[in-house]
């Protein structure tokens, strides 16, 4: 698609950019961090962009002062999740806030075949269209 | 399908491409004492050369000073801090220079009996690393083995692993560490916990600072069952008893603190009273010294309370007098036969109970 030239799934911040490289990764996150947010890892392997909820990979870090703690974590999910895509959430609970306040993919699954738009007739010729990822044609678990 | 050609705003050329960076090149930036420990050697076109000129351009002078002002005795502690002062010099001075150094493993552990201050000097040790720029944050984590072991099986590792995430940065203190191993269950989760430790205490030295503390003849226990920690710890400082005049002096400035002072006689009586006090059982250093002017503070208390219809001038709330510490229950048994007995009973000063 000409909107995304490399064929990479783009959700969140930076994902546009080339991978954040764990300097830039602890950048980030020592930013949030200053801001008081609380960082939590998620990972998935169903790239749909209405695939809102992943699963998280242990708890909320809270109480958290330095990166270091972050990262650790961060290489433990990379160890168990190989192959799948892991996002980084920063949680705001400043009051009336209380949301995500950043979040970015800092782990893909070596190759990302795209998604395929799926087009349907329906009554009076009108055109139905459906975004469906490659990849989830074949079983959780097994599909990068 | 190819790399996009552009690049995140100040990240460095190399960090753009695909070879993972160094963290810790990453960390440095945001730690707010980086700008005198780390010092970039690239921009600075006058590199010091002298010890004296690293000692100017960081605080390392005005910690040491502090230390020695605020604590009384400890002298091989002490000594200990000011060696690796001196280290932190050296090295920057190393680096200036060009050469390479790797950072020193900080890990400690802190035996001595009750009361002989390891608690304040690891409360106080975060502060001093971060001044001398070893950590980052400088923030103290304290745990006992509550915080580290879980009640169930698998419940260990994370609760062990989310501590250690707190602590980043900054020092991880364990009190009783001995607690976390006991040999008389062999399934105990404890030794998980200690599995856990000793993995992060190796792999991320420059994140975390470990300080163990305990009574000296229960982590020598500690250390015998688990020659990997011990092994892991560089610094092994045991903490003297006080000697009586340190006591008094640490009794002075406790109560100085809480607006108090000796009346007349009354630092005599306390003399008196820590030469018999510490012949006696569970004598616990600095800490029977705060229970003792604690003490003193109740029987000044009802003193003054007694006398109904007298006005009380700031003098006499201030005063602690030498009857309030005589009164003490230790002035009733025999005095010590002589001097030199009240020596001899250091040994035998025990390390259980009055630990509280």
């Known amino acids: 698609m000409m909107t995304n030239p490399t064929g990479r799934l783009t959700q969140g911040q930076f994902s546009f950019l080339p991978d954040l490289t764990d300097a830039e990764i602890a950048l980030q ?10 960082w939590s890892l998620e990972y998935t392997d169903d790239p749909h962009p209405r695939n809102t909820y992943w699963e998280m990979y242990g708890q909320p870090m809270f109480d958290l002062k330095d990166a270091a703690g972050v990262l650790m974590e961060l290489a433990d999910c990379r160890k168990a999740f190989p192959n799948h895509y892991i996002r980084m959430l920063a949680f705001d609970s400043a009051q009336g806030v209380e949301s995500i306040a950043m979040s970015f993919i800092v782990n893909r699954p070596k190759s990302e075949p795209g998604f395929a738009l799926d087009r349907q007739e329906i009554v009076g010729r009108t055109q139905r269209y459906a975004v469906r990822a490659y990849s989830t044609g074949r079983p959780e678990n097994e599909r990068y | 399908m190819s790399a996009p050609l552009y690049r995140i705003p100040g990240a460095t050329k190399s960090a753009a491409s695909t070879a993972p960076a160094d963290p810790r090149v990453a960390g440095t930036p945001g730690a707010s004492g980086s700008a005198d420990a780390g010092a970039p050697a690239q921009d600075a076109p006058h590199l010091p050369r002298t010890v004296a000129e690293v000692l100017a351009s960081s605080q390392v002078e005005a910690v040491l000073d502090e230390l020695d002002r605020d604590l009384v005795g400890l002298a091989p502690v002490k000594q200990r801090i000011r060696d690796i002062a001196a280290l932190l010099v050296i090295d920057k001075l190393r680096l200036n220079l060009g050469l390479a150094a790797q950072s020193p493993s900080l890990h400690m552990s802190f035996t001595g009996n009750p009361g002989t201050g ?37 419940h260990t590792a994370p609760k062990t692993r989310e501590v250690l995430k707190k602590a980043m940065g900054g020092v991880l203190f364990i009190d009783e560490a001995y607690y976390l191993f006991r040999p008389e269950n062999e399934r105990d989760y404890g030794q998980e916990a200690i599995e856990i430790l000793l993995q992060v205490m190796e792999n991320q030295r420059d994140d975390l600072v470990v300080i163990l503390a305990g009574y000296a003849d229960r982590m020598d226990t500690f250390f015998r069952s688990n020659p990997g920690m011990s092994s892991r710890i560089a610094h092994h400082l045991d903490f003297p ?31 008196q009273y820590l030469a018999r006090r510490i012949a006696q059982p569970h004598f616990a250093n600095a800490r029977s010294v705060r229970n003792a002017l604690d003490r003193a503070r109740l029987r000044q208390a009802s003193r003054l309370f007694a006398e109904r219809d007298r006005e009380l001038t700031l003098d006499d709330l201030c005063t602690i007098a030498e ?15 002589t001097t030199t007995d009240t020596g001899s009973g250091e040994g035998s000063r025990s390390t259980a109970g009055d630990s509280r």
């Open chain 2, 323 to 337: 009857a309030d510490i005589r009164a003490s229950r230790v002035f009733a048994g025999p005095a010590p036969s």
């Open chain 2, 118 to 154: 390891k608690t304040t000097v690891a409360m106080r040790m975060a502060q001093i690393l971060h001044r001398l720029g070893y950590v980052r944050k400088g923030h103290l984590v304290a745990v006992t083995r509550d915080d580290l072991v879980g009640q169930y099986i698998g």
């Open chain 2, 241 to 271: 008893d006080y000697s009586e005049g340190e006591l008094l002096e640490i009794a002075e400035r406790m109560l100085a603190q809480q607006n108090y002072r000796f009346g007349e006689g009354a630092r005599d009586a306390l003399a």
């Open chain 1, 29 to 38: 996150v020592e930013y949030g961090l200053n801001k008081g947010y609380a």
